[in-house]
């Protein structure tokens, strides 16, 4: 059963920076995109950053510049680095295929996510 587990997220104020993971069991991960989004309250889910198999990424123009998405097959992981974070920023972070950003690969189950909180 695949199996997706976030951590990294916390507390951080504006114009910190946070790094995420994302520990992925299972082929989905080697054989696939993976995806971030997160998820504000009240806001809808949105897929902010995407790294292809082979490596390129695309991200969302809010997080563009700001966020770098890379991965490491061999320990089939996922991170997110955030820098320069805005209070906008704030909301629980998931990881998963991407349906977006130009992709559209079936979603699996979701993890628990990570909460990150930009403020002062």
């Known amino acids: 059963q695949v199996q997706l587990v976030e951590s990294g997220g916390g507390l951080v104020q504006p114009g910190g920076s946070l790094r995420l993971s994302c520990a992925a069991s299972?082929?989905?991960?080697?054989?696939?995109?993976m995806g971030w989004y997160r998820q504000a309250p009240g806001k809808e889910r949105e897929l902010v950053a995407v790294?292809?198999?082979?490596?390129?990424?695309r991200y969302a123009d809010s997080v563009k510049g700001r966020f770098t998405i890379s991965r490491d097959n061999a320990k089939n992981t996922v991170y997110l680095q955030m820098n320069s974070l805005k209070p906008e920023d704030t909301a629980v972070y998931y990881c998963n295929r991407p349906i977006g950003l130009g992709y559209n690969i079936a979603i699996v189950n979701w993890g628990q996510g990570t909460q990150v909180t930009v403020s002062s």
């Open positions: 790294i292809s198999s082979g490596g390129s990424t």
């Open positions: 299972g082929s989905i991960f080697i054989i696939n995109a």
